[in-house]
């Protein structure tokens, strides 16, 4: 099972496959269904989802549903560790397949779950409920049939961006995996309110998975470092590295459990989506550095670290953020990346789930990594995850927008394996600009159609500050 948060206006990556992997779905995945019993399966599935919102500031994780999840068991310590025992040997022993009608019933709560209807508002809980009381009134007879109904009770949501993936469209999701090892790390609470990270979801016969690691284990070290206390972010960047090296990691499974050390082999699926260079204006008076982001992968936010700090050692005066062209990617991805660039404090964005009330701010907790001005150049292509970065930098006043309209997604996709392989990507959730601007149908305006003089884009700068002051204390 594996879940995270995706906001990218290309579909077409997923959708293409030339090979339509519905009629192998009987042999290699069908194997592999046993790893999970149900039950824990939709409660972890949905802690996780709803984290998927929160996810992107630490500290909140806390106080989100999964404590309140977590908190049912655990009476006295002696129960909580035989617990997590039987739920794992529950898991181990589990049955080998998984009905037809399980797996659309898997898809159907997570839609109940979760889904936002951000579109013509024509869904309802009555009428969800009466969809799988139609859905499961015969029997599926096949895997297909199966895969059938899930695609069209998607479709019926009137949601572009929420879809069925084909066991082959959902394995071409590896390249957001964001560890490069195959497990999807996650915050949770212990009965005292320490964060532990635990193995949350699993790719089956992954990396971790072939080398032991199991869901629910606690991450303890990465390479001999200590990191109880990090944030799942940045575990997850310790964990990568190169293609077929190995890391070593220390994990204890269950409450009570030894701590046991495995060596797991990296299969890092995703490519760098960094590009970078350093060039020289007024006859090599000036040097700035040119960053192309070509995607939000689960590499982007530390290649784009490495290659600032490069361009600044440099000496960098500037930056030119290339956003063109660039469809978006993890949620998270963009907004770890736009935190450079703020003050502790700042608002990134907010994100708003199926309760409307429930806006959240995600804000900046460390100071920025660059602190001179920035250009970003947008296009029509720009979008989710690049329109994040780009009205972060924007409404704060560090940088100036140049190029065209942004595209206009404003929409969290979560992406849920079900029981067979198979997945879905389903909207839970929009995201608004620091300005209170719903990006989605809109798109953003750039300052400049052109890249203006330098001393008309450190003008624009400081006038944006002077204004947003102005905003903040009206003057008489
Ligand atoms: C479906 O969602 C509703 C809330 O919208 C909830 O009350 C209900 O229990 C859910 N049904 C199932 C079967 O999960
Ligand atoms: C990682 O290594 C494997 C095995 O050599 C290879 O098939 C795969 O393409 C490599 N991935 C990347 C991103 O280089
Ligand atoms: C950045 O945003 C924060 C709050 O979101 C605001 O207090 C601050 O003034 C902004 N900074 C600038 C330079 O606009």
Not at 249 to 263: D, L, M, T
Not at 272 to 297: C, M, Q, W
Not at 307 to 316: E, N, P, S, V
Not at 359 to 381: R, S
């Amino acid at each position: 099972m594996r879940v995270f948060s995706l906001s990218s206006a290309k579909t077409v990556v997923i959708q293409n496959t030339k090979n339509n992997c519905s009629s192998c779905s009987g042999n290699k995945s069908t194997k592999n269904i046993s790893v999970w019993a149900r039950k824990p399966l939709i409660g972890i599935l949905t802690g996780a989802l709803s984290l998927s919102l929160l996810v992107f500031s630490p500290s909140s994780i806390a106080a989100g549903s999964l404590s309140s999840r977590y908190q049912l068991s655990p009476p006295s310590s002696a129960d909580y560790c035989r617990d997590d025992e039987e739920e794992h040997l529950e898991a181990e022993t589990a049955p080998d397949l998984v009905a037809n009608e399980a797996i659309v019933e898997e898809a159907w709560e997570i839609v109940n779950e979760s889904f936002l209807d951000t579109g013509r508002h024509r869904w309802s809980p009555e009428s969800w409920l009466q969809k799988k009381e139609d859905i499961l009134s015969s029997s599926i007879p096949t895997r297909e049939k199966a895969h059938d109904i899930i695609r069209r009770m998607m479709t019926s949501l009137g949601d572009p961006y929420t879809r069925y993936l084909s066991p082959a469209e959902f394995s071409k999701m590896a390249r957001y995996d964001m560890t490069g090892i195959g497990i999807n790390l996650r915050e949770v609470p212990d009965k005292s309110g320490r964060l532990k990270l635990k193995v949350l979801g699993l790719i089956l016969d992954g990396p971790a998975h072939s080398a032991g690691v199991r869901q629910g284990d606690e991450i303890v070290s990465v390479n001999g470092e200590d990191v109880r206390g990090k944030s799942a972010f940045d575990v997850s960047s310790m964990l990568q590295g190169p293609n077929e090296t190995f890391v070593a990691i220390e994990v204890r499974r269950g409450n009570c459990g030894r701590i046991q050390s495995i060596n797991v082999q990296r299969q890092l699926v995703a490519r760098t989506p960094v590009f970078y260079r350093l060039e020289h204006k007024d006859n090599g008076a000036t040097s700035f550095g040119y960053i192309h982001l070509k995607e939000f992968n689960a590499l982007a936010r530390k290649d784009l670290v490495t290659a600032i700090k490069r361009l600044q050692d440099l000496g960098a005066s500037y930056f030119i953020l290339d956003l063109r062209d660039n469809f978006g990617g993890l949620v998270q991805a963009g907004i770890e990346i736009a935190k450079l660039f703020l003050n502790k404090g700042d608002t990134v964005i907010y994100t708003v789930g199926r309760d409307p009330q429930s806006q959240k701010a995600i804000m900046a907790e460390t100071g920025p990594l660059v602190t001179t001005p920035v250009i970003v150049l947008v296009n029509g292509n720009t979008a989710s995850a690049s329109e994040i970065v780009a009205t972060a930098l924007h409404d704060n006043c560090s940088a100036i927008l140049v190029g065209e309209k942004t595209y206009g997604k404003g929409l969290i996709q979560s992406v849920f394996e079900l029981h067979d392989g198979s997945g879905v990507v389903v909207t839970i959730g929009k995201y608004v600009t620091p300005h209170h601007l719903d990006i989605n149908g809109n798109g953003i305006d750039p300052d400049f159609h052109n890249i203006p003089s330098w001393s008309e884009v450190t003008k624009h700068l400081s006038d944006c500050k002077m204004l947003k002051q102005g905003h903040v204390e009206p003057c008489c």
